[in-house]
């Protein structure tokens, strides 16, 4: 199945042999925004027992609201808070997912991505990293527990900028890449390659993380599924070899594609044996 970025690319290269790649193309944004209902919240409650669940309504700074939620366990030491993928709804992916990143044993605060699900406003690089920025400032400021950025694929890129800005007690990268210049090369067909100059435009050229796990030194665990075809694992390997943390860690799931690496059960061991070791 083609993925999102070489459906895009297929599209421009119907229009013109060099192709920029902007961050339009790339970051999504849906046309009406669907908060989470009170049935939403409750049956969140009812995933596990003795769950506390907030519904979160996060102003930003320019002004923006943010929907999402902060869920709380008993016994808890560390909150994880996670930056989903570019076409994940908490509205959407809940059930799916939040049982899973609860085996964890930490408290989650998840938030929909600006311009998503819930969450209004104009999405760009620069709004989502000033958005992680502030998530995990409004989360600091509400509990002493161990913070745990958790991103995975473009929300990878999120909790690895607020690692080189802030002060975390742990990193988890999953489905991540390098750079755009690489996660995009490794998307293109090879009749892409061929026919098509592709450039790619503004912040989105920035955007990765071989720069944040040069500068991160602290304790990090990289994930990636094995059948991965939206970032590869050699990316994740990349990554690895870049990082100069002297606690770092890189898991390859077999089997597993994008996003599907948590319902792993080697994988959650693995994870948490992070998180309790932080």
């Not at 996060?58 to 016994?75: F, P």
């Not at 998307?187 to 592709?198: D, E, H, I, T």
């Not at 955007?207 to 990316?235: M, R």
């Not at 860690?249 to 932080?278: N, Y």
Request: proline share 3%.
């Amino acid at each position: 199945m083609l993925n999102k970025i070489t459906i895009v690319l297929l599209a421009l290269l119907l229009q013109a042999c060099a192709i920029s790649v902007g961050e339009r193309n790339i970051i999504m944004q849906d046309e009406q925004v669907v908060t989470l209902s009170p049935a939403d919240i409750n049956t969140i409650k009812q995933l596990k027992s003795g769950l506390e669940v907030t519904h979160l309504k996060l102003k930003r700074s320019d002004g923006a609201t943010a929907d999402g939620v902060w869920i709380e366990q008993a016994g808890s030491k560390a909150v994880i808070i996670y930056f989903s993928g570019n076409a994940m709804r908490i509205k959407e992916d809940y059930n799916s997912l939040l049982p899973e990143l609860l085996k964890l044993k930490t408290d989650v605060v998840w938030l929909d991505h600006r311009g998503t699900g819930g969450s209004d406003g104009e999405p760009s690089v620069d709004t989502l990293f000033q958005d992680g920025l502030e998530t995990y400032d409004y989360v600091t400021s509400r509990t002493d527990k161990k913070i745990i950025p958790h991103g995975m694929s473009l929300g990878s890129f999120v909790a690895g900028s607020i690692a080189t800005e802030k002060s975390v007690d742990g990193l988890i990268l999953e489905g991540s890449a390098t750079n755009t210049d690489d996660w995009l090369d490794s998307s293109l067909p090879w009749y892409l390659k061929v026919f098509a100059n592709v450039s790619i435009e503004g912040q989105l050229k920035t955007a990765g993380n071989s720069k944040v796990v040069q500068q991160y030194s602290g304790p990090i665990f990289i994930i990636i599924g094995e059948n991965d075809k939206v970032t590869p694992v050699n990316l994740s390997e990349k990554l690895y070899q870049q990082s100069i943390s002297t606690d770092k860690h890189i898991l390859v799931v077999k089997g597993r594609r994008h996003g599907d690496v948590l319902r792993d059960d080697g994988a959650k061991a693995a994870l948490r044996g992070f998180i309790e070791r932080l």
